[in-house]
């Protein structure tokens, strides 16, 4: 332990030996520059798999389960990227705690800046949204053209059969059920022909050959049972 | 914050005509020579905190770290980063910070008690913080209770009532040296107080 007076003493015979040395101010500029660049780059990032959410739940045709009533809803829990959206979270933490080396991160509470993130980052997502971002990688990615992120957009179109959920097109109707068939050429895992008995007061009216359609059933032995159905628009 | 001094120490051995008009800078002239290289006035600047920080340091640390080496520390870091420093803006809330981190670090690893330096009440906002000047009369009140009790309080709270109490920091200079909301300053005092009153009327 030093004694008091022997503190400036030592301190200043280290600056002047050389053993101390003063960071020049452009360390501190390039370092706060470097925080800012990092915490850009990581909004980018959560932007982008935040959007990459909103945009695999409805290519898959997940969201259409939360017109399924509960047991829809139940089903929806169960396929949500949750995984994804913990990434998300986590990015927003990390980037919380970078803005926090700046004056205006540490002023105002963590809540308070939590929430900013999300409004910035819904906001941005859906913008991103917007542009044909996701589909193009999309695209690439059932083309095996996307080597770095292609499995992740490809899990997009990964089966959800065993939760009792099928996409297809119609290619056959009769009196009590109807048939459809799926086969995009991409990962097969998802392709097949299957026979559903629809719901209770569905009219088999409604579906046209070609129809394209999203089921979600439960499944007793070879039976497909839809508790809900819903007719794609032509174009998805 | 404007701080002047009679303190006149010779460092190097020049004129003590020399020493005196330094004495009579700023903290943030002084810091603003020191950030041209002029190692009186960082003498200067050391000997007006180092009664203080020393003060802070052993009532915060309570004695697990050799204060005298974690305040010399304290004066390295704070020569090395003076660059980083914003001469337009109040010196002091600067070097406690720094001081703040030190002693932290020195706390973490010395004391068995762990310190969390983030709570709950830096996340949510807290419109209605009082900022209440404490009168000569609560202040003396507390100067007891801190005497008796402050070593019972946890980490967060203890430092607060320091910076507060003892080094009678405004609380817009403690958020800046804690690095959270006014609002959580406000906050935390008043769990501080309430709780070593506690402590102390046994509660």
């Known amino acids: 332990m030093l004694p008091e007076n022997d503190i400036q003493k030592n301190v200043l015979e280290e600056i002047r030996k050389g053993a101390v040395l003063m960071r020049p101010r452009i360390y501190f500029i390039l370092r706060a520059a470097l925080i800012g660049i990092a915490a850009f780059v990581l909004l980018l990032v959560a ?4 959007s990459f959410i909103f945009f695999s739940v409805r290519e898959s045709g997940v969201q259409f389960l939360l017109e399924f009533s509960e047991q829809g809803l139940a089903t929806f829990v169960t396929l949500f990227p949750w995984l994804t959206l913990l990434i998300v979270f986590a990015l927003f933490v990390l980037l919380e705690a970078l803005l926090r080396n700046f004056s205006f991160g540490y002023r105002l509470p963590l809540l308070r800046i939590f929430l900013w993130l999300l409004v910035v980052g819904l906001v941005g997502s859906t913008l991103l949204g917007f542009t044909p971002l996701h589909t193009f990688l999309l695209s690439k990615a059932d083309n095996g053209e996307l080597p770095l992120l292609g499995n992740w957009y490809e899990s997009i179109h990964d089966s959800h059969q065993d939760k009792g959920v099928y996409r297809g097109e119609v290619t056959n109707i009769a009196p009590s059920y109807f048939t459809i068939s799926h086969n995009d050429s991409d990962r097969d895992s998802d392709e097949g022909t299957w026979s559903i008995i629809p719901p ?33 628009p032509k174009d998805e | 914050m404007v701080h002047r001094s009679a303190t006149n120490v010779s460092f190097s051995g020049v004129y003590y005509k020399d020493m005196e008009a330094l004495s009579q800078k700023t903290d943030e002239e002084l810091a603003a020579l020191v950030q041209g290289k002029n190692e009186d006035a960082f003498g200067v600047l050391m000997s007006r905190y180092q009664p203080k920080l020393l003060r802070y340091g052993r009532r915060f640390l309570l004695d697990v770290a050799p204060i005298e080496d974690v305040v010399q520390e304290v004066f390295i870091k704070t020569y090395q980063n003076i660059q980083e420093f914003d001469t337009t803006r109040p010196f002091s809330p600067w070097i406690y910070r720094i001081a703040h981190n030190l002693f932290v670090n020195a706390l973490r690893s010395n004391s068995r008690q762990p310190f969390i330096a983030v709570d709950l009440d830096m996340f949510s906002a807290h419109a209605a913080y009082e900022i209440d000047p404490a009168g000569d009369e609560e202040r003396e009140q507390m100067k007891t209770l801190i005497d008796t009790g402050l070593s019972a309080l946890v980490p967060i709270y203890r430092e607060v009532i320091i910076l507060y109490y003892v080094e009678q920091l405004e609380y817009q200079e403690i958020a800046e040296i804690l690095h959270v909301p006014i609002g959580t300053v406000g906050i935390r005092l008043r769990r501080a107080r309430e709780a070593l009153k506690k402590y102390v009327t046994g509660e």
């Open chain 1, 47 to 50: 932007l982008f798999i935040l």
């Open chain 1, 200 to 232: 209770d007061g569905f009219d088999l009216g409604q579906l046209s050959i070609g129809d394209k359609v999203y089921v979600a059933a439960r499944v007793r032995g070879e039976t497909i049972y839809a508790y809900g159905i819903r007719i794609l």
